[in-house]
């Protein structure tokens, strides 16, 4: 019988976030090697006081950094072995004026690493990127792109940097809020009715 196809190497991006943590797990739980790229630290609480940990007898490898510096991003990111697949989950939601560019010099750095490696590159984007004014009827994914918010422009500027970059292997998937049962204490704030003014009252799940 023939070895057994190993599961690509994946580079993950904001590993401890919200979707992140879920994906890293999910991804363990399939046996795919996992790097995980986070600037707080592990996913399990590991942190790392050289910003590469690589532990033994583990499919997963910790790069604790900045995304938005992109020299040192790109130094750390070159001293890695190669990657196959990258999900790009780290995003900055709460963007203001001054912020700058925050979510693209993040991505810069990722295209250039799937560039490097050739990878396939996975985007978690946001149907914010459509905007909510005028908006009467479901989205599909062909309507106009409109968004209001700081956060939506940010992720539509991500997407086109995407489309103009020289990767011939991307997706994009433009996520709605996401829920669990075990992380819904922001619901109430972000499940919303298009098109109206409208907020639902979120209760918790009943037994």
Not at 80 to 92: F, G, M, N, Q, Y
Request: aromatic letters at 4%; one cysteine or more; charged letters at 25%.
């Amino acid at each position: 019988m023939g070895k057994q196809k190993k599961n690509p190497r994946v580079l993950l991006t904001g590993a401890t976030g919200y979707i992140g943590a879920p994906l890293r797990s999910e991804l363990l739980k399939q046996g795919y090697e996992v790097v995980e790229v986070s600037r707080s630290g592990a996913a399990d609480g590991r942190r790392s006081s050289d910003t590469h940990d690589k532990r033994r007898n583990s499919d997963t490898e910790l790069l604790q950094l900045d995304l938005t510096d992109s020299e040192t991003s790109r130094r750390k990111l070159a001293e890695l072995a190669p990657c196959s697949v990258i999900i790009h989950a780290a995003s900055h939601t709460a963007l203001k004026g001054g912020a700058g560019p925050v979510n693209e010099a993040m991505l810069s750095n990722i295209v250039w690493a799937a560039e490097r490696w050739q990878a396939r590159l996975i985007q978690m984007g946001t149907v914010a990127i459509y905007g909510e004014s005028g908006r009467d009827e479901p989205i599909a994914v062909g309507d106009p792109l409109r968004p209001a918010s700081a956060y939506g422009r940010s992720k539509q500027r991500c997407e086109e940097l995407i489309q103009a970059s020289s990767l011939s292997d991307w997706r994009i998937l433009r996520l709605a809020p996401v829920f669990s049962p075990d992380r819904m204490r922001n619901a109430a704030v972000r499940v919303y009715l298009p098109g109206t003014r409208l907020r639902l009252r979120v209760l918790p799940p009943e037994d």
